[in-house]
Each structure stands twice: as C-alpha cells, then as structure tokens.
C-alpha cells in the first residue's frame, strides 16, 4: 500500500484479555518497528526487525508482550494477560534498509484501552 | 543511560515568527539524528535528518543544527504557521538503527 496501516485502530479490552495488533508495512521495506506511545509522551521503542528476525528486542517490557513478522512483511504485537499499564498508542513504522540514514514512516497507531 | 531529551515541554509563538525547538542526546556513539512532528491522531512524520559528519542542514522553511561537542540539537522553523501546531519529537539512531525518541515539544502558534 501506499503507506503504513495499522488494525484495529482501537481496542479496548479487559484486564486479562489476550490482544494481537497488526502492521502493514510499506511494500518492500525491510526494516519494521514497533513503539508504544503514552500520552504526553515520546514514543518508547519495543522492537525492531530486519527482514523476519528480531533484530533488537531490548524494549519489550516483559514477557507478556511478543512480536513477529513470519514472511518478511506484516507483523503482529501480541499481548498477553492484559493489564491497565499497557493503555497506550501502539506505533508501527517501517524504513528501507538504510544504515545510518534510517527514516521511519509510521502508521497511525493502534490506541489499546485495558480496562 | 541512553537517553534523548527536551529542554522545553511547551513553546508559544506568534505567527510569522521563527520558532526554535531544542533538543539533548545523550549518547555520543549516535550518528544520525532525526526531527519528526506529530499531529493529534497521528503518527510521527519526517521533518528533516541530519548526519553526525554535519552540524547544519536546511530544509524548506527548516534548519536543523547539530552541536556534537555539547550534544545538542535543534530544529529551526521560520516564519511559522499555524499549520505548524504539533508536537515536534527529536530522535536519535544508534549505529544498530535502534531509533530512540526524546519526549517532546509542543509548539503552539499564537495568532
């Protein structure tokens, strides 16, 4: 597509509840990343990946969160045993392989409400 | 820690006058630097970059500066608009593409 889209752009769950948000990166853009956003906050970096593999994973909070990216493209969040601390914007943004010159463009975001 | 900051949380600035965001970084081992603003709903958009090996860069209507001796960064805006009206994010890329993001600015365009 002709930019990044992001699903569901909305989610409100229950505490507890298992969450998956998606990322449709840019067409032929290698490099993915994930950032959570809360408000009046900076993005905080999750993770990163070059092709299929986590290339660094040093943000996920715990290990109740997991990304993949399976063929190189889209990618999915998961989020396991939901707690209200994880209410955020999701981001997902994607960039050419650009080393040391590595614009991101980035979706809308997926707003994640735990109720 | 690494880490990427803002002096100012909130700048308001009469339209038509130049505005100057700024930003510190904290880890010298980064090599590229990037401006992005964000509109409510939205997410972050390119603004402009800047390489380490540089200490200015203009763009249309922006100037980034790069002052790597006190790791500080700063994007200038001239004649500012109120399409302007955003919060404006510097962020930093580590030699590994790890992209880290400061905290914010919130510029407001006083009519």
């Known amino acids: 597509g002709a930019g990044v889209s992001q699903t569901p752009s909305n989610k409100v769950t229950e505490k507890g509840k298992y969450v998956e948000l998606r990322c449709d990166p840019i067409?032929?853009?290698?490099?993915l990343y994930w950032y959570r956003q809360s408000l009046g906050q900076g993005p905080e970096f999750l993770i990163y990946?070059?092709?299929?593999?986590?290339?660094?994973d040093s943000g996920l909070p715990n290990d109740r969160f997991f990304a993949v990216r399976p063929e190189g493209s889209v990618s999915t969040l998961k989020i396991q045993r939901t707690e209200r601390g994880d209410s955020a914007v999701y981001l997902c943004?994607?960039?050419?392989?650009?080393?040391?010159?590595?614009?991101?463009?980035f979706g809308a975001g997926s707003r994640l409400t735990v109720l | 820690g690494e880490s990427v900051g803002l002096h100012l949380p909130t700048l308001s600035v009469q339209e038509g006058d130049n505005s100057i965001i700024n930003c510190a970084y904290s880890?010298?081992?980064?090599?590229?630097f990037i401006w992005y603003k964000q509109e409510s709903g939205k997410g972050p958009q390119f603004i402009i970059d800047?390489?380490?090996?540089?200490d200015k860069r203009q763009g249309q209507r922006v100037t980034v500066l790069l002052n790597k001796t006190v790791k500080h960064l700063s994007l200038q805006i001239a004649a500012t608009q109120p399409g302007d009206s955003a919060v404006y994010f510097c962020?930093?890329?580590?030699?590994?593409?790890?992209?880290?993001f400061g905290k914010g600015t919130r510029l407001h365009i006083l009519p």
């Open positions: 943004a994607s960039s050419t392989t650009g080393r040391g010159a590595n614009v991101l463009t």
């Open positions: 067409s032929g853009h290698t490099a």
């Open positions: 990946f070059q092709g299929t593999g986590a290339a660094d």
């Open positions: 880890n010298s081992a980064s090599d590229y």
């Open positions: 800047i390489r380490s090996n540089m």
């Open positions: 962020a930093e890329n580590h030699r590994d593409d790890k992209i880290i």
